[in-house]
């Protein structure tokens, strides 16, 4: 068993930065990699970033070079750095962790990210 506790969404303006935060308890050890979606209103859920147990990470296009996903040294927090956000990023970000043996994938439970022009 997994828990996810996403945080720092809200209200920021075109060109803005925010930071998400995904607190990650329970079965640590068992986690592959997390993972960073977002939803937009009327739109499929998407990858946005991910970073494996071994430290890789792998980004969306469209924000490549804006967007940083990392985890601090205990494993237990999952961040995204968001710069120069745009209007088209605004969603709920979920935060996700995917775990091998069986395969399973745990999701938070979403924070929402409005960028204002």
């Known amino acids: 068993q997994v828990h996810l506790v996403e945080s720092g969404g809200g209200l920021v303006q075109a060109g803005g930065s925010l930071r998400l935060s995904c607190a990650v308890s329970?079965?640590?050890?068992?986690?592959?990699?997390m993972e960073w979606y977002r939803q937009a209103q009327g739109k499929q859920r998407e990858l946005v970033a991910g970073?494996?147990?071994?430290?890789?990470?792998n980004y969306a296009d469209s924000v490549k070079g804006r967007f940083t996903i990392s985890r601090n040294g205990a494993k237990n927090t999952v961040y995204m750095q968001m710069n120069s956000l745009k209007p088209e990023d605004t969603a709920v970000y979920y935060c996700?962790?995917?775990?091998?043996?069986?395969?399973?994938?745990?999701w938070g439970q979403g924070t929402q990210v409005t960028v204002s022009s």
């Open positions: 996700s962790a995917v775990l091998s043996g069986p395969p399973y994938q745990y």
């Open positions: 329970g079965s640590i050890f068992s986690i592959n990699a």
């Open positions: 970073l494996t147990s071994g430290g890789s990470t």
